[in-house]
C-alpha cells in the first residue's frame, strides 16, 4: 500500500471513530424510550412481570447510561462513548492478533 492510501486509509477511520463518537455520544440520548420488541412481545402476552434481572444488570454501564451518574443526558451520552471506545479498542486487538496469523 502506497503512503498516500494509508494516509487517506487512516482519515477515513479517524473519521469514522469521531462520526461514531459523535452519534453515540450525542444523538443516543433520542433513541426511543419505548421497549425493544421482546419486551413488548412479553408485555403483550402477560409475562413481563416474570423476567429477573441480567446477572449484569448491577454493572457500571447496565440499562444504557452509567450508575452513579444523575444527569441522564450525561449518563446515556457517556455510556454511548465508553462503548464505541471498547469496540475499537476490541476491534483493534482482534485485527493486530489476526494480521500476526496470517
Do not use: C, Q, W
Amino acid at each position: 500500500m502506497t503512503e498516500k492510501a494509508e494516509k487517506s486509509l487512516k482519515k477515513f477511520y479517524v473519521g469514522f471513530f469521531v462520526v461514531a463518537m459523535a452519534l453515540a455520544g450525542v444523538v443516543s440520548y433520542y433513541a426511543s424510550s419505548h421497549p425493544d420488541g421482546l419486551e413488548k412481545v412479553a408485555e403483550n402476552e402477560g409475562f413481563l412481570e416474570t423476567a429477573k434481572n441480567s446477572a449484569v444488570s448491577g454493572s457500571p454501564l447496565a440499562d444504557y447510561g452509567i450508575a452513579g451518574l444523575d444527569n441522564e443526558r450525561l449518563s446515556v451520552g457517556l455510556s454511548g462513548i465508553v462503548g464505541v471506545v471498547i469496540t475499537a479498542l476490541v476491534g483493534m486487538l482482534l485485527f493486530k492478533f489476526l494480521k500476526k496469523k496470517s
